[in-house]
């Protein structure tokens, strides 16, 4: 499985960005996709999470109501759409597929396969 994550770019606080991430190669029954982010000098952290089958989320609570996580079936592409842009949102942002993540989908230890990244600068 092979994750590409893109999107990213340099944005003013208040904006708006599309994050994707499309996937290729084998496929699963179930499983959920998750994003992350990692900002510098930080540990990487969760942001959101959409099961893929049921199209089921989770947010962070600093993202919720700002971001919203959704897929494309036919694409194999997920997506993640951050408004209300901060500059603390910036950061290297991922994402991942877990096969066994749904009873902890903040957990990055159950995801299985990770994209290479998008990194989102955000200006004050």
């Known amino acids: 499985v092979q994750l590409q994550a893109s999107g990213g770019g340099l944005v003013q606080a208040g904006g708006s960005l599309r994050l994707s991430c499309a996937m290729s190669?084998?496929?699963?029954?179930?499983?959920?996709m998750g994003w992350f982010r990692q900002a510098p000098g930080k540990e990487r952290e969760f942001v959101a999470a959409?099961?893929?089958?049921?199209?089921?989320?989770v947010f962070a609570d600093f993202v919720r109501g700002r971001f919203t996580i959704s897929r494309d079936n036919a694409k194999k592409t997920g997506f993640l759409l951050m408004n209300s842009l901060r500059s603390e949102d910036t950061a290297v942002y991922y994402c991942a597929i877990g096969l066994r993540s749904y009873n902890d989908v903040a957990n990055q230890q159950l995801y299985n396969y990770w994209g290479q990244g998008t990194l989102v600068t955000v200006s004050s």
């Open positions: 190669g084998r496929t699963f029954d179930s499983y959920e």
């Open positions: 959409i099961t893929w089958s049921t199209g089921s989320t």
